[in-house]
């Protein structure tokens, strides 16, 4: 239900009257790193807490990673929520690694354009928006503290589903989060009290349901897990090959490059180059893709150098 650091709280899946509301729960050494959204097998050590004895099989997990260290957000989720805003202007390449991770994970992206009542850079902002909704990236222009209604509407697209709000910070994912789930802030300060996080609320994940109302899947409620923001999105952690499958548009020119080891970034005959240069795919991809195989290559050899010591 929240994280922090290594601190964690669950609550029962079927509880017994007397089940506390949540366990604080705690991983022996460094053998668990838990995420938000994970179902867990306990063993309790006392009326409220709890020691990890197994991480159930997930369906995914969302996490970010440099070649020094990886951070989770989130498991088992069916959608992303990436909040961007019109003003402060976002970073097109948190954008598109945010693309990346869900490809790769097979989880839903649905972008959230917030703060669109602030018309001056909204031309800019559909602009940089346009290679995503050109692969069928479903894009809601919204505005969080001014459109209640416009908000509501989006109810039918998170009913049932587990989504994970991502973004960077000064988006407005914390109004949004308010918004949907007026409740928030006070289950946040339970949380907080809880985890002993102190002042550092805002460096947590959580777990928030949804209203029933809202919709269930398999029984289930649907949930909001709220996430930290963030400036970098580091994706070391995909091979070449990964990130070439996540890189969804590429997949019709995928083998057809003259040479078989191809990098698509200068060789003749590229066909991922062709197809830049037939507007079939967007220059600036390509220029991610280029960047995330360095800088899963640069952590690659970091491994290997940390390996051989
Ligand atoms: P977070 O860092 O992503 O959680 O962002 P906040 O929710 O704290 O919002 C950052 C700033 O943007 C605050 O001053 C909000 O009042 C403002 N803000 C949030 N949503 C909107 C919106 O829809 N329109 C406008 N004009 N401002 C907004
Ligand atoms: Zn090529």
Redesign the pocket.
């Known amino acids: 239900m929240a994280s922090y650091g290594r601190n964690y709280l669950a609550r029962p899946l079927h509880p017994n009257s007397s089940d506390p509301e949540f366990y604080e729960v705690k991983s022996r050494g460094k053998k668990h790193e838990v995420a938000v959204g994970d179902f867990l097998e306990l063993q309790t050590t006392s009326n409220n807490q709890a020691v990890i004895e197994t991480i159930l099989p997930r369906n995914n997990l969302l996490f970010r990673s440099d070649a020094f260290r990886s951070k989770s957000i989130a498991a088992n989720v069916d959608q992303i929520l990436l ?1 961007l805003a019109t003003e402060p202007g976002f970073s097109p390449d948190l954008l598109g690694r945010a693309a990346i991770a869900a490809a790769h994970e097979g989880i839903e992206l649905r972008i959230l354009l ?2 669109t ?2 018309k001056e850079q909204l031309l800019k902002a559909r602009e940089l928006l346009a290679p995503y909704q050109h692969l069928g990236i479903p894009i809601h222009e919204i ?4 459109d209640a209604h416009g908000m509501a509407s989006l109810e039918p697209f998170l009913g049932g589903k587990v989504s994970v709000l991502v ?1 960077q ?7 949004l989060l308010n918004q949907w789930i007026p409740s928030a802030s006070a289950q946040t300060r339970e949380h907080s009290t809880k985890l002993d996080t102190g002042k550092h609320t805002t460096t947590a994940c959580r777990y928030y349901d949804l209203p029933a109302s809202w919709g269930m899947k398999d029984g289930r409620l649907g949930a909001l897990i709220d996430s930290p ?1 963030f400036q970098e999105f580091g994706l070391a952690h995909l091979s070449e090959s990964e990130l070439q499958h996540a890189f969804t548009e590429f997949a019709p020119y995928l083998g057809k490059c003259r040479f078989h080891n191809c990098t698509h970034s200068h060789e003749p005959g590229c066909a991922i180059l062709d197809g830049v240069s037939q507007t079939q795919i967007s220059p600036t991809r390509v220029k991610l893709f280029n960047q995330l195989v360095h800088e899963s290559r640069n952590a690659t050899i970091q491994t290997q150098g940390h390996q051989s010591l």
């Open positions: 909040v917030n703060k009542d602030l505005s969080a503290k001014f973004g910070s000064g988006m407005g994912k914390s109004t923001g």
